[in-house]
C-alpha cells in the first residue's frame, strides 16, 4: 500500500466507523418503534373510518388521547379500503361497517377480522313524497329499494313489515328482487343506494339509506315505515369496530370502544349527524362475534 493510499485509509476509517454507528442507532430506533406499547406517543393506535370530517370524530380523538392513549384517526372515501388496511397491518382497528358487510367481506376474502364491540344501529326507512302511511300506496304502485346486496335485502323485510310485499320463505337477509312474490301490493325496482332519494317525486316510496336521508335534507322522522333496532333479526346491522382475530384481546382496542359507548359528547355528536335515529348499542363482543360466525355461515351456504 502507497503512503497515499495509507493516508486516505487512515481518513475514512473513522468515518466508516462512524457511518455504522449511526446505522445501528436507527437500527436500533426503528426496533424501539416496533416495539413500543401500542397507544403510546412512539406508536399510536390507527383507526380507519369512512367520514373522518363529522364534527365527533374530533371530540372522540380528544376523549382518547385524555386517556392517555395516542390515536391517529385514518380517513377513507370509500367502504372497500379500510378492512384490506385492517388487513395488511396499515391501521390496528376501524369503525365504518356493520356485521353483515363484515361477514360478506371476510366470506370473500378468505379473512377472519372480528368485532371488539358495538357501536349503534341506523334504522333503514320508507319515505314518500305522496303518501303519509304504507298503507295508503295502493295497489301497482313502484316502491324502490337500493341495489347494494346488504341493504337490499334489508329493505325488502322493512316493506314485508309493511305489509307492501311477500317474499319468498319469509324473506332473509339475503333477500333479493327475484324473492319478491307475484301476491305482493306492489311492483319493486332495486337502483343505486346515490340516487333513491333524488328518485322519490318520480315512485311511490323509497327504501333510503341513512346517509343519503341527511344529504338529501330529508326529515328522519318523515319515515312512513322502518325496521326495528330492537328485533334479533337486526343483529347483523349492527354497527362496530373491527379488529384482527389476535388483537381481541388487547386493552387499549377495548378501552376505545368503552370511550365511543360512554362519553356523552361523542354520543351527542353521533346523534346529531344521525338526523337523530341512531340507536346506540353496548352488545358484548362475544355475541356480536357469534352473530358474525352465524352470518358467515349462512352466506357459505
Not at 154 to 170: F, N, P, T
Not at 245 to 257: C, I, R, S, W
Request: proline residues 5%; contains cysteine.
Amino acid at each position: 500500500m502507497t503512503t497515499r493510499t495509507q493516508h486516505i485509509a487512515r481518513v475514512l476509517a473513522p468515518v466508516a466507523v462512524l457511518g455504522m454507528m449511526a446505522l445501528a442507532g436507527c437500527s436500533a430506533a426503528a426496533d424501539a418503534g416496533s416495539e413500543a406499547e401500542l397507544g403510546s406517543e412512539q406508536r399510536p393506535v390507527k383507526l380507519g373510518v369512512v367520514g373522518a370530517s363529522d364534527p365527533y370524530w374530533d371530540v372522540y380523538e380528544k376523549a382518547v388521547e385524555a386517556e392517555g392513549i395516542h390515536l391517529e384517526i385514518e380517513d377513507f372515501t370509500e367502504y372497500t379500503q379500510p378492512n384490506p388496511a385492517l388487513s395488511e397491518g396499515e391501521l390496528d382497528i376501524n369503525q365504518f361497517q356493520h356485521i353483515q358487510y363484515l361477514a360478506d367481506y371476510n366470506v370473500s376474502s378468505g379473512d377472519d377480522l372480528q368485532p371488539i364491540g358495538a357501536t349503534a344501529i341506523y334504522p333503514l326507512s320508507l319515505f314518500s313524497d305522496k303518501y303519509e302511511s304504507a298503507e295508503e300506496i295502493p295497489d301497482g304502485e313502484t316502491v324502490i329499494v337500493p341495489n347494494d346486496t346488504t341493504n337490499q335485502a334489508r329493505g325488502l323485510l322493512v316493506l314485508q313489515s309493511a305489509g307492501l310485499i311477500e317474499l319468498k320463505d319469509g324473506g332473509s337477509s339475503f333477500s333479493t328482487t327475484a324473492d319478491v312474490l307475484d301476491s305482493s301490493r306492489v311492483k319493486v325496482e332495486a337502483v343505486d343506494a346515490a340516487i333513491t332519494a333524488t328518485s322519490l317525486p318520480d315512485v311511490a316510496a323509497a327504501i333510503i339509506n341513512n346517509d343519503f336521508v341527511t344529504k338529501a335534507s330529508i326529515d328522519p322522522e318523515s319515515a312512513i315505515a322502518s325496521d326495528d333496532p330492537a328485533d334479533p333479526t337486526a343483529a347483523p346491522y349492527i354497527n362496530i369496530f373491527a379488529v384482527k382475530k389476535a388483537d381481541l384481546g388487547n386493552e387499549v382496542l377495548q378501552k376505545l370502544v368503552e370511550i365511543y359507548q360512554t362519553n356523552q359528547d361523542v354520543l351527542d355528536g353521533v346523534q346529531e349527524v344521525s338526523g337523530g335515529t341512531a340507536v346506540f348499542a353496548t352488545n358484548p363482543a362475544a355475541e356480536l362475534q357469534d352473530a358474525l360466525a352465524e352470518v358467515e355461515a349462512n352466506i357459505q351456504k
